[in-house]
């Protein structure tokens, strides 16, 4: 029988935030929203994530924990 972990890496919940297979805050656990571009945003603490695609289209990238 194979031992599997039970928790996530950041990189994979980064990776799960941004295909919209989660849909939790990283920082606060409230809801997140999806907006054009790719990019996702927490309207309760305000932390943003975008892909890299999104910052060469010229798409600002801020994360704040609040």
Same mark, same amino acid.
């Given at each position: ?11 994979? @919940?980064? =990776?799960?935030?941004?295909? !919209?297979? *989660?849909?939790? +805050?990283?920082? /606060? #656990? @409230?809801? =997140?929203?999806?907006?054009? !571009?790719? *990019?996702?945003? +927490?309207?309760? /603490? #305000? ?20």
């Amino acid at each position: 029988m194979e031992l599997v972990a039970l928790h996530r890496s950041l990189d994979q @919940e980064l =990776v799960a935030l941004l295909r !919209g297979a *989660s849909l939790e +805050c990283l920082a /606060c #656990g @409230e809801f =997140v929203m999806h907006a054009q !571009g790719g *990019s996702v945003f +927490c309207p309760e /603490c #305000g932390s943003q994530l975008a892909d890299e695609n999104a910052l060469q289209t010229g798409l600002e990238c801020v994360t704040q924990a609040g």
